[in-house]
């Protein structure tokens, strides 16, 4: 155990940096386990004060510190393990810092360190103060300049910004030196040195200026960048004409990484990318794959003026990039790949992350108040809630209003480090509304619950609409006030035809209800005809809404709803339902065969849209299930999924198998969404046949795989061996490893196909292949591909009730908190929920929380999580 508790940070401290460095100049001299950083930092007081100057600063081994040119004695200085602290500076001076780091034996993956024998860096959050002393606090904005020196061996030397110099040296060496012209905060700096490929194209922004761009991976692999530069010059013209915005330096340079704890990083000119975020070509990758890479990459570029140009004051306004950053990668892969599906994606993405922290404990505020390690703070709340926020406040104060906000946003705030207050302040005073109301869905934490009942009166002709609002209790929070929510709705008739309405006066087929107080009614004319209400379209609000519809209603919405999301929606809630009451030892089967009738009827619908059926015959998820009704038992709610998912698989046999067979795909491979959506039904096809596991399916599975021209195929019919099991599964798996053992990337898949195996062997096989020779644990992507997969999508078999999931993972979390505490503290959420199953499981999650935090030498980020979860 601990022995000194770490103190929280809280917001309410926020002060002023008190020194600001307007410019440094950094000298690296790199070498894998010798790397000397000089630093010359111009430093100047902040307001009146006589503090000492005190510099973030761990595991550097100071060499020398100079002030204006005079080197400081050991007296003249404090060090130890977090700071350099020098008392008595002058108002403005120069501080020349001279340290030593060995990034070769980082396995922490932040700061400087080693990846495929390269070095590149990731300073988010707070990782600058493994590289040199510095006020390592996102509200110092400095110009830097970086010149790197090192061995020939690392031809490619890369850091923020432009190259304004480079040449050779004596004994094999050569140097770079870089500028970058916009102040930045030490987070957004970037190096990279090593031997890479490079895919190089230009592009021509709005004013007519020539920007070159580059994509730097492993030596071999540029053809694989040709889709990830693709969607960085649509990235780029989008975001000149949805917001405005042109990119600002003459060069832009990703470079892609194998070891990374998180998916990519928007260093200033420099984003560094998780490889598996990056490299695509139809062989390797999937439909899943490329679709990530499109919204990554358009992320991080978006973080140029969301993030980089503007950036945060503090840690807490962390969402003031994430959750704006996420809102426009959102809106441009809708632009992309259809507006529809993209929100079913996003929002089962939300409701599966973001829903599930918020009933759990470590539901926290969009903008929380406290935090021990900001690492952890990288979350579903921070990132998707945020994003669901600001589509909230474009709906209340209407598209117009909102890009008007944005822009003053940018005029106002460009250069700076910032607030949300300031940002709200921008649409308030944009759309000449009073804001104060909407600044509750950052403060509060909690997934408000609506609850929706409509009166229709006949004789009237008139609909009223009673919503109330509610939201539960969260740690730290006990208390709740009432937010601004707004419910899009509309009616449709018994018939599923679209009904129009008045609304004060107004006729209209739609509306926006904004719930303000904990009640709110409306009332609607004009209702001809007995409605069904079809509410909260587009998810319109990120809240868990009941409405008082009936199974027949459902089947209207799911049958002709004009708003794709509420149809899908529709669908959704009938097999939860239909789940849920198995599951409770209640089986409607006269429902379930009603179900699968109506699925029949959507999947010959041929106005769909093929990627919109597959999304429609994906049953909810195991871990969704579990989130709806509590105490959960996972192995009742898989059992009872399959149950449905076999209703399905015979009844609509035929029609699966036809699907199966016409959507066969002839001729080149495109990515395009189109083309994805078709290959997304003939798996979901395929995925709902392998629930019923006859011979047949089997054969078709194997042939499925077998023929496979692309990867998203090849993994289609692996994902389907792997449900139905056998001997055809082990001769697929072993056929996959044989064929791509060289491919780390489709490795990774092949070990989390094993790791989401819902078959009794399954807990035993992912031991196992701990010991494979390819499982390496320092790698984030393959540590996640097994413990992460088998913890998150594997709920069967992770909540074992002997415990052994359970103790499986907490011993994989001890044993990377040595080296990697912040990927450690990304596999503890799994056990965090340990309230919301039957307590004879809960308990035995509760006890493994127990013994991590029992364990010797934990870090601060498992520490934390730890005793959230458990307080
Ligand atoms: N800002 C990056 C994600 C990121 C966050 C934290 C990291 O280390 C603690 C690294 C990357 C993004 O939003 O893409
Ligand atoms: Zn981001």
Request: glycine share 6%.
């Amino acid at each position: 155990m601990r022995t000194e508790t770490p103190q929280p940070i809280r917001l309410s401290d926020y002060r002023p940096p008190a020194f600001l460095i307007d410019e440094v100049a950094l000298a690296f001299d790199l070498a894998p386990n010798t790397t000397r950083v000089k630093a010359r930092l111009s430093v100047r007081r902040n307001g009146a004060h006589a503090d000492p100057l005190k510099l973030n600063g761990e595991r550097l081994k100071l060499i020398s510190v100079a002030v204006d040119g005079r080197a400081l004695a050991e007296a003249e200085r404090e060090v130890d393990a977090e700071f350099l602290t020098v008392p008595g500076v002058p108002d403005a001076f120069v501080l020349e810092t001279e340290v030593e780091i060995d990034p070769e034996n980082n396995k922490a993956l932040e700061g400087l360190y080693m990846s495929g024998g390269r070095f590149c860096t990731q300073c988010e959050a707070e990782g600058f103060r493994k590289i040199t002393y510095w006020p390592d606090r996102p509200d110092v904005l400095s110009r830097f300049t970086v010149r790197i020196e090192a061995d020939k061996a690392f031809p490619h030397l890369l850091s923020n910004g432009n190259l304004i110099e480079k040449g050779e040296l004596s004994g094999g060496r050569h140097y770079a030196v870089w500028n970058d012209p916009f102040p930045k905060p030490c987070y957004l700096f970037a190096l990279v040195a090593g031997a890479l490929d490079v895919l190089e194209d230009k592009l021509v922004t709005m004013s007519g200026r020539t920007v070159d761009l580059r994509i730097y991976v492993d030596p071999g692999m540029a053809p694989r960048a040709a889709y990830a530069m693709d969607a960085l010059k649509r990235s780029m013209k989008w975001d000149e004409e949805a917001f405005g915005r042109e990119y600002d330096l003459d060069l832009f340079m990703i470079v892609a990484v194998r070891d990374f704890n998180f998916g990519a990083m928007e260093n200033k000119g420099l984003n560094i990318f998780n490889s598996s975020l990056l490299l695509a070509d139809p062989a390797t990758a999937t439909d899943m794959d490329y679709e990530r890479i499109e919204s990554v990459v358009a992320h991080e570029y978006f973080h140029n003026w969301t993030g980089d140009r503007i950036t945060c004051r503090d840690w807490f306004q962390l969402c003031l990039k994430e959750g704006l950053t996420v809102f426009r990668d959102q809106s441009f892969s809708a632009d992309m790949r259809g507006h529809a599906v993209q929100r079913i994606k996003d929002v089962k993405a939300l409701r599966a992350r973001q829903f599930a922290e918020d009933q759990g404990p470590l539901a926290h505020p969009v903008r929380p108040s406290s935090y021990l390690k900001i690492d952890n703070f990288y979350t579903a709340t921070i990132y998707e809630k945020g994003s669901e926020v600001i589509r909230m406040l474009k709906t209340l104060i209407g598209p117009e209003a909102f890009r008007a906000g944005m822009d003053l946003y940018f005029e106002r705030w460009d250069g700076h480090a910032t607030t949300v207050e300031e940002f709200i302040k921008c649409f308030a005073e944009a759309s000449g509304r009073d804001l104060s109301d909407f600044f509750g869905w950052y403060e509060q934490a909690g997934t408000p619950r609506l609850s929706l009942s409509s009166a229709y009166d006949v004789a009237r002709r008139t609909l009223e609409v009673e919503i109330a609002q509610e939201t539960p209790p969260t740690p730290g929070q006990p208390t709740k006030t009432a937010l601004p929510i707004p419910v899009r709705l509309g009616l449709l008739d018994q018939d599923g035809r679209t009904q129009a309405f008045l609304r004060d006066g107004e006729a209209l087929d739609e509306t926006v209800v904004v719930l303000s107080e904990a009640k709110t009614t409306v009332r609607l004319e004009g209702v001809d005809r007995p409605p069904v209400v079809s509410a909260l379209r587009g998810f319109s609000a990120p809240v868990v809404m009941t409405t008082d519809a009936q199974p027949k209603d459902r089947y209207v919405l799911l049958a002709g709803d004009p708003d794709l999301f509420n149809r899908w929606e529709a669908g959704q809630e009938l097999a939860r339902e239909l789940i849920l009451a198995r599951a409770a030892g209640q089986p409607d089967e006269v429902g379930e065969e009603r179900f699968a009738e109506a699925m029949g009827r959507a999947l010959s619908d041929q106005a769909a849209d093929p990627a919109f059926k597959a999304l429609l015959l994906a049953m909810p998820s195991e871990p969704d299930l579990a989130l709806a009704r509590q105490p959960a038992d996972p192995a009742a709610l898989h059992e009872a999924r399959e149950a449905l998912r076999l209703r399905l698989a015979v009844h609509l046999a035929e029609d699966l198998k036809r699907l199966h067979s016409g959507l066969q795909e002839s001729g080149e491979f495109s990515p395009d969404a189109a083309s994805a959506g078709r290959r997304a039904l003939r798996n979901a096809a395929l995925e709902l046949l392998a629930a019923n596991p006859k011979a047949e399916t089997a054969e078709l599975a194997l042939g499925h795989y077998r023929a496979a021209g692309n990867m998203t195929d090849a993994m289609g019919g692996l994902a389907a061996l792997m449900l139905i099991g056998g001997p055809e599964y082990e001769a697929a798996l072993e056929d996959f490893y044989a064929k791509w053992k060289a491919e780390p990337l489709v490795v990774d898949k092949w070990f989390a196909v094993q790791a989401r195996d819902p078959d009794e062997t399954a807990l035993g096989r992912v031991m196992g292949l701990t010991a494979h020779p390819a499982f390496d644990p320092k790698n984030p992507n393959r540590l996640r591909a097994l413990v992460s997969t088998f913890a998150n999508f594997n709920p069967v078999r992770f909540h074992d009730p002997s415990g052994a999931g359970y103790r499986f993972l907490a011993d994989q979390i001890l044993a990377v908190d040595r080296y990697n505490p912040m990927t450690a503290a990304r596999l503890v959420d799994p056990l965090g929920g340990w309230r919301r199953y039957a307590p004879a499981l809960g308990q035995l999650m509760k006890a493994e929380l127990e013994r991590i935090l029992a364990s010797e030498g934990l870090s601060k980020n498992v520490f934390e999580l730890v005793t959230r979860a458990l307080g």
